[in-house]
């Protein structure tokens, strides 16, 4: 299932989809650029008010016991930008820049992933009512534009960025050259709807 804003209840007995996504984008200067469907598109300033800082979680707990991760979350989206792509309806981008990590904007992807992980959740909107821009913001991250990409379900880095690719929205934001850092972060928690539960939080810094 593909750009669905909200988890909702499966009849009893269902089996759980596979897979959901969801793209939400805050660009200022460059206009919104979320995910197609039911997303959100967003243009908003920055700042506001901010969620409280989250302990911080190691680099085993961001990657789901993944090898690698760090660097081949920058492998797999970088060849995706270094590539150029056509993201359906938003329209066919040029080869872009690659995106540095940020371990702030790990930070906030992690504490994404891990609420929706802990509390069976598919939102942007976390459990608490944080927005990604407060999320971002706790995690001490100065931003001038902000984005960002969920998936549930995806049991790889490869599928998840792959799912993300096939979709107009989360393609047009992974693409975006407005953006020049990225954290991605993955939860896990077998008894929820998903297993898996992935953000992406990519952003240019003030």
Request: a negative charge.
């Amino acid at each position: 299932m593909l750009d669905a804003m909200h988890a909702k209840p499966r009849p009893a007995g269902a089996p759980p989809p596979r897979y959901r996504l969801l793209a939400l984008g805050l660009l200022l200067a460059l206009g919104a650029c979320g995910g197609g469907g039911g997303s959100e598109d967003v243009a908003a300033a920055p700042g506001g008010a901010s969620s409280p800082a989250a302990p911080l979680a190691t680099g085993a707990e961001i990657s789901c016991g993944f090898a690698d991760f760090q660097a081949e979350a920058l492998r797999l989206v970088n060849a995706r930008r270094a590539a150029g792509a056509t993201c359906g309806a938003r329209g066919s981008f040029a080869a872009v820049p690659a995106l540095a990590w940020d371990a702030q904007l790990a930070q906030a992807a992690y504490r994404h992933s891990r609420d929706m992980a802990d509390h069976d959740h598919f939102s942007h909107t976390g459990t608490d009512g944080s927005t990604l821009g407060a999320r971002v913001d706790a995690a001490g991250y100065a931003w001038s534009g902000v984005g960002e990409n969920i998936g549930a379900g995806y049991g790889s880095l490869q599928s998840v960025v792959d799912g993300w690719m096939a979709s107009d929205g989360h393609c047009a934001n992974l693409m975006s050259p407005g953006y020049t850092e990225l954290g991605l972060a993955c939860a896990r928690n077998n008894a929820s709807s998903y297993g898996l539960y992935w953000t992406l939080d990519l952003a240019r810094p003030r």
